[in-house]
């Protein structure tokens, strides 16, 4: 077992993972390595194709790597089962999408609270007071009660910054988080994250083709190929 | 509430018009399997009354009469005999030879509630129209009161002259219709035998009416005394009627009378076996084709629920990062399937219930097997328990394949754009 620092979030060893089947087979992922410290921002930049998301979606264990190891805040998690894979993500990751993936049919209110919902670990007014808070951190304190579908794409990832933080998990995860957003809102929702995150020392890993964003953050990894270079 | 309800309950609000399709099937299906089995088993009900109230619960008659053989045997310890019945030389006695012997012991039976004796035979009716074939039944007027309906099914005259008068008869409605008599009009029943004919004259007490086409044109009561001299039989009885405490044990009594008395003795179940055959297929053939708008209703919600869960797939996807388990997603489907199902039951069996009960009120004529001038109907939990039931696992079913269809999406996949 690898020796694990208390300020080391999150862990990859030698991960490798392939995509389709039979002559569409794809070697994606070709023996990666990685590590996260907390309170750090990591951008993992390549060409389109090259295997930073799915190296993000084998982070935040939502699909299983074929070989390596991933270890969260100490914790084998890699080969583990799925009821922990899930009481994981719920607890210690939060993520951040492209396309917001909020949930429609609910508030910004509601989509913030419905991770605490889950973990059940503040009552109802708890949780509504620290989504308030969130939302007002990340300036939507005036929308809280608005459907996802009565704000604007800034606003949805706002929201969707918001609910990543609602547990206070120690990984963020952030899948091309301002890809979908013009200029102005890119610098907003970049600068909005790392600030949260940095306040309350999680680790942010952002996968980004954008370049002024990557270099902003701490550490750049470039990928080529399914291998950082 | 719980989370997954929570979002059901969302999810549900916000596919209004499909969820409503599927509710208003379940509603539908319930209300008309209430329906369905309200006015069979009505009908089954009435007449299952009806046969009670004229032919009894059991009916005890003829006599199969064993022919016993003595068997000796040898042993060490000395010689014994026993008795063997003999198949061969049974022997049958029609009527019953000592009723007063049969009755008494018929009352040691405790689920017998009342017997009555009844004696009858051929007759030519003759008013001064025209004359039928009927038959006499002399009865003991309160023994029979006992054992039937008779007094319910009194339509014209009283039971009170019937009483007073020995030469009093009750008539059926449909005989006292072809013949053209009314109460204190007097007939002529003729009656034959080996020794010669004889003819009495008797006056309508009352008119009574079973509904059974064949009771109310050919059976015309007596008082036991002038129905012995109209047929010249001075001893035993024809049957003798038994009605008891618990009808549904009639199968199993009658097979202990015949154990102890030996005579035939035949149960309400057995007598009419036919048309309870043709009731019981009746309700099974309307309970499978009314079932067939609960199975839409569950094709509805498999359809609504498939077509969510293709909708869905990124909320699901979502909801599998923030830690929601295969299991809470399962459940935000059967969530949804669960809220239509309790409302489309509780509105269907109000619906079934204020239907029955406009059914019930609706005028209609019926005689053959029995007689009604409306519509009948049961009330009975069990059709709301059994409605309930087959809907309750016709939707849950269908409403299984695309919750776990949902609960085994990968969020991988789903994210990536490769889910199947």
């Given at each position: ?24 087979r ?7 390595s990685?590590e996260a ?5 990591y951008?993992?930049v ?10 993000l979606?084998?982070?935040g264990?939502l699909?299983r790597?074929?070989?390596g190891e ?7 998690m890699?080969?583990s089962?799925?009821e922990?894979?899930?009481a ?18 609910f508030?910004a209110?509601?989509?913030?609270m419905?991770?605490?919902r ?6 109802p ?14 300036g ?9 579908t ?15 933080l609602?547990?206070?998990?120690s990984?963020?995860?952030a ?7 013009d ?5 907003l ?7 949260l995150?940095?306040e309350s020392g ?22 080529r ?5 | 509430?719980?989370?997954?309800l ?24 319930v ?9 069979t ?7 299952i ?6 032919n009894g ?6 006599k199969?009469q ?9 042993g060490?310890t000395?010689?014994?005999?026993f008795?063997?019945?003999?198949r061969e030389?049974r022997?049958y ?6 009723p ?28 001064s ?6 038959r ?7 023994d029979?009161?006992?054992?039937s309906?008779l007094?319910?099914?009194?339509v ?6 019937f ?19 009314s ?6 029943l ?5 020794t010669?004919r004889q ?8 008119i009574?009416?079973?509904g059974v ?6 059976r015309?009561?007596?008082n036991?005394s002038?129905c ?7 001893t035993?009885?024809s049957?003798i009627?038994v ?12 097979l ?28 099974f ?10 199975l ?10 498939a ?16 830690g ?5 997603i399962?459940?935000v ?8 199902l309790?409302?489309g ?7 079934g ?5 406009s059914?019930s009120?609706?005028r ?7 007689a ?5 109907v ?5 059709h ?6 087959t809907a309750?696992?016709?939707v ?18 789903v ?6």
């Open positions: 077992m690898p020796e694990i620092s208390d300020n080391i979030a999150l862990r990859c060893t030698d991960i490798h993972r392939y995509l389709g089947q039979g002559e569409g794809v070697h994606v992922l070709r023996g990666v990685f410290k907390r309170g750090e921002v951008a993992i390549g060409p389109s194709g090259c295997g930073k998301s799915t190296l979606y084998l982070l264990l699909d790597p074929d070989s991933i270890w969260i805040n100490g914790h084998l890699s080969n089962v799925d922990a894979r899930t994981a993500r719920g607890e210690h990751i939060g993520f951040v999408f492209q396309f917001h993936f909020l949930m429609l049919e508030t209110l509601e989509n913030v419905m991770p605490m889950k973990l059940g670990k503040l009552t007014a708890q949780m509504v007071d620290r989504a308030k808070m969130l939302l007002n951190d990340v939507l304190g005036e929308k809280t009660h608005r459907l996802a009565q704000l604007s794409g800034g606003e949805q990832q706002r929201v969707a910054i918001a609910r990543a609602a547990n206070q998990p990984i963020i995860l899948d091309e988080p301002t890809g979908n957003l200029v102005k809102n890119s610098a929702v970049f600068d909005l994250m790392t600030r995150a940095k999680q680790a942010i890993i952002l996968v980004t083709h954008n370049p002024e964003i990557a270099g902003r953050c701490d550490s750049v990894r470039p990928m190929d399914g291998l950082f270079v | 509430m719980s989370p997954t929570r979002i059901a309950f969302r999810f549900l609000t916000a596919k209004k018009r499909a969820m409503l399709m599927s509710l208003s099937c379940i509603i539908l299906g209300g008309l399997f209430i329906v369905t089995q309200a006015t088993s009505g009908f089954e009900d009435y007449f009354k009806t046969i009670l109230g004229t619960a059991i009916r005890i008659e003829d199969i064993e022919t016993m053989r003595t068997l000796a045997a040898k060490a000395g010689d014994s005999s008795m063997i019945a003999q030389g022997k006695v029609e009527g019953i030879e000592e007063k012997q049969v009755i008494s012991a018929l009352k040691e039976f405790d689920n017998v509630a009342a017997v009555s004796e009844v004696l009858h035979g051929p007759a030519m009716m003759r008013s129209f025209k004359g039928e074939s009927v006499a039944y002399g009865i003991n007027l309160e029979h009161l006992r054992v309906d007094r319910q099914q009194i014209e005259g009283s039971l009170e002259d009483r007073s008068s020995p030469s009093g008869a009750l008539i059926g409605k449909v005989i006292s219709e072809r013949l053209l008599l109460v204190g009009d007097w007939f002529i003729e009656a034959s035998d080996k010669g003819s009495r004259r008797y006056r309508v007490s009352a009574y009416e079973t086409a064949d009771i109310d044109r050919s015309v009561y007596l036991m002038e012995r001299s109209l047929l010249r039989k001075p035993g009885a049957f009627q009605s008891l405490f618990e009808k549904d044990r009639a199968p199993q009594d009658a202990r009378i015949e154990d102890v008395i030996h005579y035939s003795a035949r149960s309400w179940q057995e007598r009419e076996k036919s048309w309870l055959e043709v009731f019981r297929a009746l309700r053939s309307t309970a499978i084709t009314v079932s067939v708008f609960i839409i209703a569950g094709l509805a919600m498999f359809n609504t629920l077509m969510m869960v293709m909708e869905k797939t990124k909320d699901i996807a979502i909801l599998r990062s923030m929601y388990t295969r299991q809470d399962s459940r489907f059967l969530w949804q399937a669960a809220i239509v309790v409302i039951t509780v509105v269907g069996m109000a619906l219930a204020l239907v029955t009960y059914v009120q609706v209609i004529s019926i005689r053959g097997i029995f009604t001038d409306t519509f009948i049961a009330w009975s939990l069990w709301y328990v059994a409605a309930v039931l309750v696992i016709m849950m079913v269908a409403s299984l394949v695309p919750s776990r269809r949902a609960a085994r999406l990968e969020p991988g996949d994210i990536r754009g490769t889910a199947q």
